[in-house]
């Protein structure tokens, strides 16, 4: 076997276990965006803990193949870059869209995308960058049970005190 094919199977392996590890990928073409730009959007991909990079298509379809994931082809033509949102499945989508929207970027968009090994359109990657955040929806949640708990306690000690005839 030669050394370049052995190179690029180790490449399509590591691509793979990315693919495995994420929680969500955004595909996102890039073509038209200066360096600055780039340089920029990577900077706030690492501040929210997800991965920028840019990989072959060819090879990602391999790894892809290897995953039983289909219907990504459409998707892979021209140049496309990788978003993976290890931790959360919110955040890849959701700093790309936050970076288009805050440099009116019309060269930068998401073109789709995989969450939970299914290949889903733009449509939804949107609708996912809109959602809040994993710690913001469990805030809510918190804050809603907390209410319910309380409006229960004041009831409970309304008719403890009603019955008792402290009224």
Known sequence: MSKNRELKEQVVSEIRERFEGAKSVAFVSYSGLTVEQVTNLRKQCREADVQYCVLKNRLVKLALQELNISGADDLLNGPNAFVFGMSDAVAAPKVVSEFIE?????????????????????????????????????????GSLSATIGNFVRVVEAFRKKQAGEE
Do not use: F, H
């Not at 359109?121 to 913001?136: F, Y």
């Open 102 to 142: 805050k440099n009116k970027l019309t060269c930068l968009k998401i073109t789709g995308g995989i969450m939970d090994r299914e290949v889903v359109d733009a449509k939804v990657m949107e609708q996912l960058a809109k959602m809040p955040s994993r710690e913001v929806l469990l805030a809510r949640l918190v």
